[in-house]
T-cell receptor, first 111, second 116 residues
Framework: SQTIHQWPATLVQPVGSPLSLECTVEGTSNPNLYWYRQAAGRGLQLLFY??????ISSEVPQNLSASRPQDRQFILSSKKLLLSDSGFYLC??????????FGAGTRLSVL | QKEVEQNSGPLSVPEGAIASLNCTYS??????FFWYRQYSGKSPELIMSIYSNGDKEDGRFTAQLNKASQYVSLLIRDSQPSDSATYLC????????????????FGKGTKLSVKP
């Protein structure tokens, strides 16, 4: 069965600092991978998705970028964090048509 | 109308009652729907999917889809305090209707509280 590893679980960063969140998956090959953000009191917002190595699609233009250097690795980055980047970041994997399985998430607080 | 809309709640029901969670959707989404449960501080987990008109039952959960009314619901029978969570409705975008083809769009979720 597939598993998703996300780390760290929580992160507190100052405004203007860089960010790197990593997501790795096991038990599958060539998965579709997704990064979502859930801000306080708001819904789940799709940030990026990837259908393969080096293939990234951005859903919402913003202060973040994503990369997929390996088949089972998906990285979310920022060069300079903003207060508005605070939220719960979730990596997800397609386990069947339109069915997504989520990792445990990283709670980011930008202060 | 937003693609997928839910009443944010909170919805409060007594233990043992039926909780009814509702979701409406626009013409921009495909008519297959997914219900996710999200406990506070945790990630969403899939609990039900429904692809055709009518009802689908799984244990205490029943999903109902009414395509004519563009309405999908989740019923939880014999509600338990452990059902207290936020329930997210999701559907994939229809091909060619903007957004990412086939990618899911989520409602904002309905917070359910089951009182002992």
């Amino acid at each position: 069965s597939q598993t998703i590893h996300q780390w760290p679980a929580t992160l507190v960063q100052p405004v203007g600092s860089p960010l790197s969140l990593e997501c790795t998956v096991e038990g599958t090959s060539n998965p579709n991978l997704y990064w979502y953000r859930q801000a306080a009191g708001r819904g789940l917002q799709l940030l990026f998705y990837s259908v393969g190595i080096g293939q990234i699609s951005s859903e919402v233009p913003q202060n973040l970028s994503a990369s997929r250097p390996q088949d089972r690795q998906f990285i979310l980055s920022s060069k300079k964090l903003l207060l508005s980047d605070s939220g719960f970041y979730l990596c997800a994997l397609n386990i069947a048509k339109n069915i997504q399985y989520f990792g445990a998430g990283t709670r980011l607080s930008v202060l | 109308q937003k693609e997928v809309e839910q009443n944010s709640g909170p919805l409060s029901v007594p233990e043992g009652a039926i909780a009814s969670l509702n979701c409406t959707y626009s013409d921009r989404v495909s008519q297959s729907f997914f219900w996710y449960r999200q406990y506070s501080g945790k990630s969403p987990e899939l609990i039900m999917s429904i692809y055709s008109n009518g009802d689908k039952e799984d244990g205490r959960f029943t999903a109902q889809l009414n395509k004519a009314s563009q309405y999908v619901s989740l019923l939880i029978r014999d509600s338990q305090p452990s059902d207290s969570a936020t329930y997210l409705c999701a559907a994939p975008f229809l091909v060619g209707y903007g957004g990412s083809q086939g990618n899911l769009i989520f409602g904002k979720g309905t917070k359910l509280s089951v009182k002992p």
